[in-house]
């Protein structure tokens, strides 16, 4: 599976971006799908899942109500809907497939990455 995250950018606090991962292959649908950011210096944290059909969804407590996980399997592309952005939210964000069929918490649980998009919110 191929990977290409794309729709990052520079925006100010309080605006709004979405984020695509578009996904070779015709096997999306096997895959729960995640979102993971990186910060400068920081290690890669969770940002969201979603299961395999897109029934259930969870986030990391620090986007939570902010941000919104979707996919369409017909179009093998999942989304990173992101509302009320803030500096802190500032990283490069990377999608992700998963063989569990809820996704995962942990990076180790995803074995298909993106090469990343640009998420810079000044304030």
């Known amino acids: 599976v191929q990977l290409q995250a794309s729709g990052g950018g520079l925006v100010q606090a309080g605006d709004s971006l979405r984020l695509s991962c578009a996904a070779s292959g015709r096997t999306f649908s096997r895959y729960a799908m995640g979102w993971f950011r990186q910060a400068p210096g920081k290690e890669r944290e969770f940002v969201a899942a979603i299961s395999r059909s897109g029934s259930s969804t969870y986030y990391a407590d620090s986007v939570k109500g902010r941000f919104t996980i979707s996919r369409d399997n017909s179009k093998n592309t999942a989304y990173l809907q992101m509302n009320s952005l803030k500096p802190e939210d500032t990283a490069v964000y990377y999608c992700?497939?998963?063989?569990?069929?809820?996704?995962?918490?942990?990076?180790?649980?995803?074995?298909?990455w993106g090469q990343g998009t640009q998420v810079t919110v000044s304030s």
């Open positions: 992700a497939t998963s063989e569990k069929a809820f996704g995962s918490w942990s990076r180790y649980d995803y074995d298909y």
